[in-house]
């Protein structure tokens, strides 16, 4: 076959009068179709339309004894193909008849003539031309041609007695291989194939190939209208089933209804039962009775019957009066939650404070709504199903991650084909109980779009004020959800909008220090693993030791789901070797067997520079949702003409405080014996290392400060000396977050020294245990900071006086 590079050579355009030489009787226009195939000795009707294509047509007519070329182009969206976009291979037709269209356009019917292909194309002023070159049918053995031939002819008879449109009397006539070539293309176009078949079809030069492959494409054709018979069998013998059914249904009702035996009715009498006995509200009373009424004068099988018989279930399963009773103790409260959870303080005076006021106030309605915020791992979930044990409650979670439609929390109205209530409902009826604890999970991570706003449908659910009317869509009845106790958890507040965040009561929870992450893995993972691989305590010794390298070198986390997942792994290891040596009796691990089971170190601590009497590095302090980290930011001094760089893909916030921090040092530049032509004759150049992490916030502005500074009067740092606050243009220091995080990290590094803002002083009453080894110094003002973390005071600093010159007049001549 020839490619479609190789023959589609574009040519200069031309005049068409060039081409009406009769000598070139194989340069004719060219016709091409979207999404059709003609083949040989088919007659086929096409609508020609567009200009280039009704010039071909008229060109063919006047010029060339209505001879055309007609080939398909390879994408139907395109309104003018180019050579490129047209196959190659084609059919020379002959225009039978021509009618002109009201529109402009042409009605013709051709007689495909002979496969050919391009050799050339041509370009004229309205239309293109192609040099072709008929493509003979090539014929490899006779007896091959005769066996596919008879091939061909079973499996068409068999495809007319599924398809009564094909016509039956084609395969009758052939008596030559001519004539088999001819109805083979004949059966071709009355078989139900695709555009792209058929032009494969086109394409195949030997008979024997072409009339396998044609009966190879209705053998397809075959099986896809069985197929269709078979499920229209299905079809019909199911809607006559429906009818018998409904016709011996109908006569099963009337006898039924003559002995006094009907089942809808009996039915209907027990939901009225039932309902009676819930006591509902008056207003959801009248309306279910007014659903039991409807039902009771419907049709049993009627479609509206049965969206009447699902309302009335949803208002029989959901809870209306059911609590659960508080029998605890805060005594016994407080034994679960230390039991379940190590450290985490302050929620746990949070609950026992609810569990105080339920004990005093019995009849007590406003349940506080609690968002537990912090970083994936630190125990969220987990701490909200202890919640819910502690104060003896039902408990259910509902994962709002990605949830985008309104009608998720609110219900769909039952106008809706498959109309249900919302997650809120669901939770309910699930629960069995007015006062469960429902975890609204990832809350933070709620999306919106054009069908609502599911967060603007949680201010209802989640306001004390309001939920005790709560209407979900689907029930379109009042309902109290004032008992129930929601606690939401998020990763962070920024994606919470304010209004939702009003209503909550925000408890952050920080990622765990490596001290608290130690008495977890001894009093939770380490047992819960060993449980659940069915080990004894006294088969495998986990020291403290083996805990702090898993923690230090192969975790990198707030929380400790990696921690419990290599846990599980050194267990499975053990597990291995008990396996491979039946007389062992226990697995002591050590710092080289972790290495040898869990690899080498995963996780590297950030690598400070360590040389003394550095200039212009100064080291900061980070916090992503792994944890603290340290962050060294480096300053360089470059000849210039005063231009400021950043890099490191640092965020718009992180750019601004860079801004904010070089402005400050401008503007104390003279008491800092800063010269202007330092600023004027260099660029300064501010990067933070690992490019490759995003990096924002304002908590670098000292630290960037510090190392302009030091750059700039060429003073070193001291050692072991680290800062954290954002900087303002009067050099005062602010608060930031992440405090006990960055702390932790500088502790890990081996920093001695920590300057932290003034403001953050009450943030470290918390965790002041936790961070013993470092020399903590609350700073106000950059001046002060500046002075606790350069080797010598900046501002002692004085720029030496150059000797001025004498001026001398010149001339008014010169």
């Known amino acids: 076959m020839i490619e479609e590079h190789d023959v589609l050579n574009s040519k200069p355009i031309i005049a068409a009068e060039a081409l009406q030489d009769p000598s070139l009787d194989n340069i004719l226009p060219v016709l091409p179709l ?29 010029a060339h004894g209505k001879t055309i070329f007609i080939t398909a182009q390879k994408n139907p969206e395109t309104e003018n193909p180019s050579q490129n976009e047209l196959f190659s291979y084609g059919t020379k037709a002959t225009i039978i008849q021509m009618m002109k269209m009201p529109n402009n356009s042409l009605k013709i019917l051709v007689e495909g003539v002979s496969r050919a292909h391009i050799i050339e194309t041509y370009q004229t002023e309205q239309f293109t031309t192609a040099l072709i070159a008929e493509q003979k049918t090539t014929i490899c053995s006779h007896i091959d041609i005769e066996a596919s031939w008879r091939n061909l002819k079973q499996i068409y008879q068999e495809y007319t007695k599924l398809n009564t449109k094909a016509p039956t009397d084609l395969i009758g006539l052939a008596e030559t291989i001519e004539d088999k070539e001819t109805i083979a293309d004949a059966i071709a176009v009355h078989v139900n194939i695709t555009f792209h078949d058929r032009q494969r079809i086109l394409e195949t030069d030997d008979l024997h190939e072409r009339m396998l492959l044609i009966g190879t494409l209705i053998r397809q054709e075959i099986e896809i209208l069985q197929a269709e018979e078979r499920i229209k069998g299905r ?73 009447s018989k699902h309302y009335i279930d949803w208002i029989l ?106 997650k809120i409902l669901h939770a309910m009826r699930k629960t069995k109980t007015i006062n469960p604890v429902i975890l609204l999970d990832e809350i933070d991570k709620l999306a919106h779009d054009i069908t609502g706003d599911p967060a603007a449908a949680l201010l209802e659910v989640l306001d004390p004020e309001q939920n005790k009317t709560f209407v979900d869509h689907f029930l379109d009845t009042e309902y109290d959800l004032s008992s129930v106790m929601f606690i939401a958890t998020a990763n962070s507040t920024e994606n919470i909008p304010y209004a939702l965040y009003d209503r909550m009561e925000i408890i952050n929870l920080s990622g765990y220090t490596d001290k608290e992450k130690i008495n977890i893995a001894q009093s939770f993972l380490i047992p819960k693993m060993l449980k659940e691989y069915g080990l004894k305590k006294s088969q495998i010794k986990l020291s403290e030791e083996n805990i702090i390298q898993i923690i230090q070198d192969y975790t990198k986390e707030a929380g400790v789901r990696q921690l419990e997942r290599l846990i599980g792994k050194i267990m499975r290891k053990a597990i291995q070797e008990f396996l491979q040596n039946p007389d062992l009796k226990s697995v002591i691990t050590s710092h080289e067997k972790i290495k040898v089971w869990l690899g080498n170190d995963t996780f590297k601590k950030t690598e400070l520079w360590k040389k003394p009497d550095v200039v212009g590095i100064g080291t900061g302090l980070a916090w992503t949702e792994l944890g603290g980290d340290v962050l060294e930011i480096e300053v360089s001094i470059i000849p210039g003409k005063g231009g400021l760089t950043l890099t490191g893909q640092l965020g718009e916030i992180m750019q601004e405080s860079a801004q904010t921090a070089y402005s400050y040092v401008r503007s104390r530049a003279p008491k800092l014996g800063i010269k202007k032509t330092d600023f004027s004759n260099n660029d300064i150049h501010i990067h ?55 702390l932790l990290a500088a502790q890990q590094h081996g920093i001695k020294t920590v300057i932290i803002p003034k403001a953050n002083e009450t943030d470290l009453l918390d965790f002041k245990q936790d961070i013993s080894t470092l020399n903590i110094i609350l700073a106000e003002q950059m001046d002060f900071v500046l002075q606790q973390v350069l080797a010598k005071d900046p501002f002692k600093r004085r720029i030496p006086m150059k000797p001025q010159k004498k001026r001398t007049k010149k001339s008014k001549n010169n």
């Open 688 to 742: 933070f290392p690992d490019g490759a992490t995003p990096k924002d916030g304002s908590s670098a502005g000292i630290t960037i400060a510090s190392a302009l500074i030091s750059a700039l009067t060429d003073t070193p740092f001291k050692n072991h000396v680290a800062m954290t606050g954002e900087i303002t243009l009067r050099g005062r220091v602010l608060a930031i977050g992440g405090l006990k995080e960055k």
């Open 34 to 62: 979207k999404n059709m195939v003609i083949l040989p000795s088919s007659i086929i009707p096409i609508i020609v339309g567009r200009k280039s294509s009704v010039k071909a047509v008229e060109h063919a007519l006047k």
């Open 317 to 422: 399963a959901l809870p209306w009066h059911k609590k659960s009773k508080d029998n605890l103790t805060i005594q016994s409260a407080q034994k679960i939650l230390d039991k379940e959870h190590a450290g985490l303080q302050k929620i746990k005076d949070r609950i026992l404070e609810f569990v105080a006021a339920q004990k005093y106030a019995q009849d007590l309605k406003r349940t506080p709504t609690i968002c537990l915020v912090g970083p994936p791992g630190v125990g969220k979930t987990s701490l909200a199903k202890s919640i819910a044990k502690s104060l003896d409650r039902e408990f259910t979670r509902i994962s709002l991650g990605g949830v985008k439609d309104e009608a998720e929390i609110r219900g769909h109205r039952r106008t809706y084909i498959g109309a249900l209530p919302g």
């Open 235 to 307: 079809v019909q013998n199911q809607v006559e089933k429906n009818q018998r059914e409904y016709y011996l249904n109908e006569q099963i009702k009337a006898i039924n209804k003559e002995l006094g035996r009907d089942d809808q009715f009996i039915e209907i009498d027990s939901l009225r039962k039932k309902i009676k006995s819930l006591s509902l509200p008056k207003e959801t009373l009248e309306k279910t009775e007014r659903e039991l009424n409807r039902l009771e004068q419907m049709p049993g099988m009627s479609a509206e019957a049965a969206i």
